[in-house]
């Protein structure tokens, strides 16, 4: 079926895309929270564009079931974890740059 | 073709979020760049299983999704008060 397998590439692209500017965000950002923005965002998107793309590969198996376990499971710990980052940034007494007098 | 471009991909992210971590000014940059990691890597592997056909593989991204958010939420634990107790028992 070339169709799903086209869908599935767009997909894959898409993911890497997005992992890459994820990459250059944290590599080029002059900020910790400007840094937690650019890689909060893209790596969940990156993760689910990846995983249903590789899900549309196998087709209806056991293994697709697991992308998908690990697709929940991203979706949920992801924003969790970078909430808790910025939450412990934040108590600990780390002020963004652009906070700060000129 | 496309598994490998998309492999490629993943390791050139995961070199920038290294370069990062390596050279982060705070100790949260590090712990940002090292979730970032775990997270491609997870990708990494759930791509390779799929490149190479042994879609039994895909237990172990799983498994390293789990391990990779305890492990982050652990660090952030001792990171913020010095050990690993819970917030209601002091010293």
Known sequence: MIFIEIISWIFIITGSLLGLAGGIGIHRFPDFYSRLHAVGITDTACAAAFLIGLAMQTGVSIASLKLLLIFIFLFFSNPTATHALANTAMLSGLKPELDKEP | ?91
């Open chain 2, 1 to 91: 073709m496309i598994f490998s471009v998309a492999a490629f991909a993943i390791l050139v992210t995961i070199s920038l979020a290294l370069a990062r971590a390596f050279m982060g000014p705070t100790v949260y940059d590090r712990i940002l760049a090292i979730n970032m990691v775990g997270t491609k890597t997870v990708l990494l592997i759930a791509v390779f299983a799929v490149l190479s056909k042994r879609t039994d593989m895909i237990d172990i991204a799983l498994t390293y999704a789990l391990i990779n958010f305890i492990g982050v939420v652990a660090v952030l634990k001792f990171v913020e008060q010095g050990n690993f107790y819970t917030s209601g028992e002091d010293d």
